[in-house]
């Protein structure tokens, strides 16, 4: 058995943003800034961060940027590329 559950604060970048799939369901996205370390030794990274459902939908309206949020659930790592590569 494997268990990939990981929890996160920090704090989001822009205000959460709500849609719908083709097929109905409702996603809720936003992105957080998650800092490590201290001092000199301090960075942040960027998490994208996805809510499915109408409650998703519903908190929608409640996350603005700059608020301070946790969030606990899967972690599915992928490397952003951007137009240079």
């Known amino acids: 058995m494997s268990l990939n559950v990981c929890t996160f604060s920090g704090h989001l970048g822009r205000d959460a943003e709500s849609k719908y799939l083709p097929s109905g369901t409702g996603v809720m996205e936003f992105s957080m800034a998650v800092n490590s370390g201290f001092g000199e030794n ?44």
């Not at 942040?44 to 606990?72: D, H, P």
């Open 42 to 85: 301090k960075t942040s990274w960027w998490l994208k961060c996805a809510m499915f459902g109408e409650r998703g939908i519903n908190l929608t309206q409640y996350l603005t940027k700059g608020q301070q949020v946790a969030v606990s659930g899967e972690f599915v790592p992928r490397l952003y590329k951007d137009s240079s590569g």
